[in-house]
């Protein structure tokens, strides 16, 4: 069964480069660009992976909505924090609410690939050439 694995960011180039990432047989990746659209896919299915960043479209707190719905809705997922705000209010909320990791931007896509790597979930970085 394929992992689930759920993008949340609301910069296009960065969230294209990580559905890049996780664009491998062994998941089914989906992607958020917005709080809404996260809530959405949410709760359409558990994931095992969400990689969210702390603020979306401007909203300071969209990222902490996200780990707060992923831990009532998906609460045995992995959750990668990005942030370029890497203040200590940010991290200790991220971690209350679930968080597993809490990145600053810039991230070396190297660095999320092996936090995935170890919650079980492959990446193109480490899936075998096809």
């Given at each position: ?57 401007g ?63 492959t990446?193109?970085m ?5």
């Open positions: 069964m394929p992992k689930a694995v759920l993008i949340v960011e609301d910069e296009e180039n960065i969230r294209e480069t990580l559905v890049e990432l996780f664009d491998v047989p062994s998941n089914a990746t989906t992607n958020a660009a917005t709080l809404d659209q996260a809530l959405v896919e949410l709760k359409a299915r558990p994931y095992d992976l969400i990689v969210t960043d702390i603020r979306l479209g909203k300071r707190d969209g990222g902490l909505q996200v780990m707060a719905a992923s831990g009532l809705l998906s609460p045995e997922a992995t959750v990668i924090v990005l942030t370029a705000y890497p203040d200590e209010d940010n991290r200790f909320a991220s971690l209350r609410l679930g968080a597993t990791h809490f990145l600053e931007k810039p991230v070396d896509l190297r660095t999320i690939a092996g936090l995935a790597q170890q919650a079980g979930v990446t193109a480490d899936a075998p050439a096809t």
